[in-house]
């Protein structure tokens, strides 16, 4: 996109909107000059360099972040006419257009879709997609980038699993395990990024214990203050870093990575952290290493993101029919596709239980029979001991919610410890009429429900077992 900016420079203006990172716009400015040759008096580079010009810019580029002062001042410079003017909104994922939810609690998305209103060409470039699956956008055209024979791609890395071990504690306190330290001995002369959950202060105490290793390769953290001192293009060695480094910025000579999340951390985030991918970088073995925990998220990671890439495919000018496809998504982990704020009301729900009640049934002992000789049910009502139940300490309208009004293999109900004969209420019990094997076997199946406060039977009620909670997703009303 940046050299089709150089195409039209000297009598069209194009508007880039990179993410809050300096380093990437940075680097805009920087291809712009070196690679492309555009004139940097036609180049106005955030607040400062779009105020500087003191009017209306009818041509050049303006390269603008997506913080509000800057977005402002790229509003107030726009010419009058949307014809000339070409929008190219980068990593658009988390803030993605057409956002109606947040934009008067997060400001930036109501300057972003205002500028989006005044452009004849809107060009959306994205390496994570879940963004603009959940907006409202209608879009126009999806144009896929085909990855040469040279890409490092995801699925051309090796895992390296630490296991139970504490990356961030690691990182904070500069003592690494055996397996982390000799990870880096072997690998850093390729070049690592090291890519923390969390800012550390500026990791001082990782970055000493690394030196200390003595391994003749640059050791440095990219943040706030070290953001100019650090060319992605030519940086060789390990490399430590936040966001800053995760998002939309090329290390050409990083072809490792050690990965540590954090259970909250957003899908997009994840996929977009994996800096050491990209062309020219693929050795006889490229690796990523991590915890057991961070691994997981980042394998669910791509594998949501392949799933939110086919409904944009399938779905590209109905946001409708791609929302209805991200209600039925499911994973394996709990992940967090996008953060509360930038997902146009896209939530995502966990059950209270790991069962669902599919229907039921009024209660009759003729009903029940009717279920027992179907092969549905295995347990039956029967008289009471005189005995009424007892759990712990728990009050008995607990016990019947906890315990009594779960399916019968639930693992509650099928604790060992637990009788084939279940006293309820000194006339009722319920009695198990297969063993526990056979009923464990059975995902779905019919049992009993019981009123809280008299522990009688009101229901028949067809249980579906999960053999965890399950998670769901939605979409908050936009009244």
């Known amino acids: 996109m940046v050299k089709e900016a150089s195409e039209v ?7 880039f909107i990179a993410d809050t990172s300096d380093v990437q716009v940075d680097q805009v400015e920087h291809r712009a000059i070196n690679d492309f040759g555009i004139p940097p008096a036609c180049i106005y580079k955030k607040k400062a360099g779009i105020v500087a010009h003191k009017g209306i810019i009818n041509s050049g580029l303006i390269i603008s ?5 800057s977005l402002e001042a790229t509003w107030s410079a726009l010419p009058k006419d949307p014809d000339s003017v070409t929008l190219v909104w980068d990593e658009p994922d988390c803030d993605a257009p057409n956002h109606n939810y947040d934009t008067s609690t997060v400001l930036k998305h109501g300057h972003l879709n205002k500028l989006s209103k005044h452009a004849s060409k809107i060009h959306y470039l994205s390496a994570t997609t879940a963004g603009l699956v959940v907006s409202d956008t209608e879009f126009t055209n999806i144009v896929e980038i085909e ?17 139970d071990e504490d990356v961030s504690g690691m990182l904070k306190t500069g003592e690494m395990s055996p397996t982390l330290k000799n990870f880096i001995v072997d690998h850093c002369h390729e070049g690592i990024f090291i890519r923390a959950c969390k800012e550390v202060a500026d990791m001082t105490a990782i970055v000493e214990s690394i030196v200390k290793l003595n391994l003749d390769v640059d050791v440095v953290t990219l943040n706030g203050e070290t953001k100019h001192t650090i060319d992605p293009k030519t940086f060789k060695g390990i490399l430590i870093s936040f966001q800053m480094a995760a998002r939309g910025v090329s290390f050409p000579h990083l072809k490792h990575t050690i990965q540590d999340y ?34 997981a998220l980042l394998k669910e990671a791509f594998k949501i993101e392949q799933k939110m890439k086919d409904i944009l495919r399938k779905f590209p000018s109905n946001p409708e029919k791609r929302k209805e496809e991200v209600r039925s998504l499911t994973l394996d982990e709990d992940l967090c596709i996008l953060p509360k704020d930038k997902s146009n009301g896209f939530k995502r729900t966990t059950s209270k239980f790991d069962y669902e009640i599919l229907t039921r049934l009024p209660y009759t002992k003729e009903q029940e029979n009717i279920l027992i000789q179907s092969g549905t049910m295995f347990v039956k009502a029967v008289e009471g001991n005189g005995h009424t139940i007892k759990w712990g300490n728990r ?21 060992s410890a637990r009788a084939d004969y279940q006293r309820v209420i000194p006339d009722l019990a319920i009695q198990r009429i297969a063993s526990v094997e056979e009923i464990a076997s059975h995902d779905i199946q019919w049992g009993h429900l019981h009123n809280t406060e008299t522990g009688e039977i009101e229901w028949l009620a067809l249980f579906k077992k999960y053999p965890e909670k399950t998670t769901t997703y939605g979409f908050s009303d936009q009244t």
Do not use: W
Request: net charge neutral.
């Open 9 to 15: 420079y000297e009598d069209h203006l194009t508007v």
């Open 395 to 415: 009050d008995f309208p607990k016990i019947v919610e906890q315990f009594l009004n779960t399916p019968p293999n639930s693992r509650v109900r099928l604790d």
């Open 147 to 163: 990855n040469g024979s040279d890409y490092l791609g995801f699925d051309d890395c090796e895992f390296i699993n630490l296991g």
């Open 65 to 69: 972040n997506k913080h509000p002062s």
């Open 262 to 295: 954090s259970a909250t951390t957003p899908q997009p985030a994840i996929v977009q952290s994996m800096r050491h991918l990209g062309y020219g970088k693929k050795l006889t073995k490229n690796y990523i290493a991590g915890s057991r925990s961070s691994l």
